[in-house]
């Protein structure tokens, strides 16, 4: 690795341990994320539980685990940037804990309520602690119309906020609602308000091919697209080997089972090329 990427993600941790995101100074070029687009469009296609649909429709919402089948997918998450930023950010060697691409159609894509991802990884998957990143890949262009992810800065270290009460009965809720518009556990809307009035939001938009990362805990949300572009959305969750959890119930395409460490290899097909991050808006 060179002294300069050393440098960049000396920076990048030290964006993400302040606000819980940060914008790799890369994008994948046109010719990646078209590839990228066409084995979504293809998997979309498919009749397989990996693939989710809008809540009484046929419009797909995302699809999950596509690294376990389709090959360039498990190429893209061995790519050398992406485990070396996860192994910066969480600090010890990652396996692939999960892999998804959330498709928010052009006028149909529905909003995801604010919420923690840490929540449902910890409550239901059992995950000890928070040695997990989430990177994401744009694979449209991402703007302030079609449904940007938000989140709110510094959010990461308030810790679980708004878990439901305990019932006494344990187990787990349904997995289709941790991938639904009704999602199990959420923030109330009226906490994140208070807190983006303290700290403020952002939103991450973006070029087709931004990276960005982001924080298990940080508080999140992305509204109804409403607009005529598409918003993909490809997210790999990065693991630290020796915070697996122990006996998770979901299904696999949800949380994976294998958790041997990801060992970088390169592939020409998926280019990463400088580029100047974009300024959230």
């Known amino acids: 690795m060179s002294v300069a990427m050393d440098v960049s993600l000396t920076e990048l941790r ?16 046109d010719d990646t ?8 469009a293809s998997i979309s296609r498919e009749r397989r539980p990996e693939v989710v649909y809008e809540e ?37 060697p990652v396996y692939v804990y999960q892999f998804k691409v959330n498709l928010k159609q052009a006028h149909e894509g529905a909003a995801w309520p604010w919420h923690q991802d840490y929540a449902f ?20 262009d991402i703007h302030e119309g079609n449904g940007p992810l938000v989140v709110v800065p510094g959010s990461h270290t308030l810790g679980l906020l708004d878990l439901p ?20 556990y959420t923030v109330t809307t009226e906490r994140a308000e208070a807190l983006a009035r303290d700290n ?32 993909a959305l490809l997210l790999i969750t990065y693991n630290a080997v020796d915070n697996a959890p122990p006996n998770p119930a979901r299904p696999e395409f ?17 280019e ?5 991050a974009d300024t959230p808006a």
């Open 200 to 231: 403020g939001k952002s939103l991450i938009t973006g070029s087709a091919g931004s990276v960005h990362a982001f924080h298990p805990s940080i508080v999140h949300s992305s509204s109804n697209n409403l607009s005529a572009d598409r918003r």
């Open 165 to 184: 009460e305990d019932d006494g009965e344990g187990g787990t809720s349904d997995w289709r609602r941790h991938v639904s518009a009704d999602l199990t």
């Open 272 to 276: 990463l090329v400088p580029h100047q």
């Open 121 to 140: 990884w910890s409550e239901e998957d059992g995950m000890p602690g928070l040695d997990a990143v989430n990177i994401a890949i744009a694979l449209d």
């Open 14 to 29: 030290s964006a993400y341990d302040k606000d819980g995101w940060c914008a790799l100074p890369h994008r994948f070029t």
């Open 33 to 40: 994320v078209e590839l990228l687009r066409e084995r979504v």
């Open 56 to 92: 009484g429709t046929g419009t797909v919402r995302a699809i999950h685990g596509c690294h376990t089948f389709d090959e360039v997918c498990a190429a893209l998450v061995r790519h050398p940037r992406l485990v070396a930023l996860a192994e910066a950010l969480t600090g010890k």
């Open 254 to 270: 949800l949380v994976s089972r294998d958790t041997t460490p990801v060992v970088a290899g390169a592939d020409a097909r998926l």
